[in-house]
């Protein structure tokens, strides 16, 4: 099983402020399947991210996924109030699907 | 409109059963693998089950392997969940949810539904 380590565990910045959001696999993920999710209290998970780099449909331009083997980031350029929630990273390229264990975006 | 409704949540006791079902709409379902994830109160995000296509081929992870089968039928646009032997540690909401590509049991997912509870506890 791929274990993937997400940090920090909670970022606290201010809106306009860049987010870099880091996950770390324990193997290296084979052609890139990574991906990364969005979650807001009460809801289901909001794809953002796949295959590392490819925005999901809809998904505003100042999302960005980059990395390959096992470091993988997911940067917001320009934090709007919405985007404060639970994020996860996603690894579907072994034969378990695995998730982080989220990064709380909050509010300073 | 893509749209995923799950049903069939609720309380059970430990080593029961439960069945929970996965109704899909707007899209050909029989095109797409399909898989469950759950979320314990509190917790993160846990991938459970997968099953191709056509059904021939299913994942489970290794907490639920050998209790839990997945299954779909295609006639009827459903996907479903049999979970045997529940413990306490099953407890969470279950999410259906579509993979963004056709060619590829393992994805990642872009339509989710909106989730059942599912709570084991005597």
């Known amino acids: 099983e791929i274990v993937l380590t997400q940090s920090p565990g909670t970022l606290s910045l201010s809106p306009g402020e860049r987010a870099t959001l880091s996950c770390r696999a324990s193997?290296?993920?084979?052609?890139?399947?990574l991906a990364w999710y969005q979650q807001k209290p009460g809801q289901a998970p909001r794809l953002l991210i796949y295959g590392a780099s490819s925005r999901a449909t809809g998904i505003p331009d100042r999302f960005s996924g980059s990395g390959s083997g096992t470091d993988f980031t997911l940067t917001i350029s320009r934090l709007e109030p919405e985007d404060f929630a639970v994020y996860y990273c996603q690894q579907y390229g072994s034969s378990q699907i695995t998730f982080g264990q989220g990064t709380r975006l909050e509010i300073k | 409109e893509v749209q995923l409704l799950e049903s069939g949540g609720g309380l059970v006791q430990p080593g029961g059963s439960l069945r929970l079902s996965c109704a899909a709409s707007?899209?050909?379902?029989?095109?797409?693998?399909m898989s469950w994830v759950r979320q314990a109160p509190g917790k993160g995000l846990e991938w459970v089950s997968a099953i191709s296509g056509s059904g021939g081929s299913t994942y489970y992870a290794d907490s639920v392997k050998g209790r839990f089968t997945i299954s779909r039928d295609n006639s009827k646009n459903t996907l479903y969940l049999q979970m045997n032997s529940l413990r306490a540690e099953d407890t969470a909401v279950y999410y259906c949810?579509?993979?963004?590509?056709?060619?590829?049991?393992?994805?990642?997912?872009?339509?989710w539904g909106q989730g059942t509870m599912v709570t084991v506890s005597s």
């Open positions: 193997q290296s993920v084979s052609s890139s399947y």
């Open positions: 707007g899209f050909t379902f029989s095109s797409y693998a």
């Open positions: 949810a579509k993979v963004i590509l056709e060619w590829l049991v393992l994805c990642a997912f872009d339509i």
